[in-house]
């Protein structure tokens, strides 16, 4: 079983810095893929990155390439996404999601995650 918990959201300004972790708390002896995703107000909940279950497979959604860094390190069953360089539009809640981990599916695709956290909210101010 896996269990997801987001953490590390809040206030940031435009510019800033954040760093953002999902913890697994369950426990699992199977390899996981996992990736972030977050809903904008108003908005559908749109991919943001994600990270292959080895680390070496990353994908970044076009907003946030050069800006967000996806990590994860698997001693401590946590993944990591550090926003730099925020603006007004990334403020959104960030889910973190995972799935038994694959070779061939594609890390953006929504519908291949099977565990998903509660996310918690970031908001970046002008």
């Known amino acids: 079983q896996v269990h997801l918990v987001e953490s590390g959201g809040g206030l940031v300004q435009s510019g800033g810095s954040l760093r953002v972790s999902c913890a697994d708390s369950?426990?699992?002896?199977?390899?996981?893929?996992m990736a972030w995703f977050r809903q904008k107000p108003g908005k559908e909940r749109e991919f943001v990155s994600g990270?292959?279950?080895?680390?070496?497979?990353?994908y970044y959604s076009d907003s946030v390439r050069g800006r967000f860094v996806i990590s994860r390190d698997n001693t401590k069953n946590t993944m990591y996404l550090q926003m730099n360089s925020l603006k007004p539009d990334d403020t959104a809640v960030y889910y973190c999601?995972?799935?038994?981990?694959?070779?061939?599916?594609?890390?953006?695709?929504?519908?291949?995650?099977?565990?998903w956290g509660q996310g918690t909210l970031v908001t970046v101010s002008s």
């Open positions: 999601a995972a799935r038994y981990a694959s070779s061939w599916s594609e890390l953006t695709n929504e519908n291949t995650y099977d565990w």
């Open positions: 369950g426990r699992t002896s199977r390899k996981y893929d």
């Open positions: 990270i292959s279950w080895s680390g070496v497979s990353l």
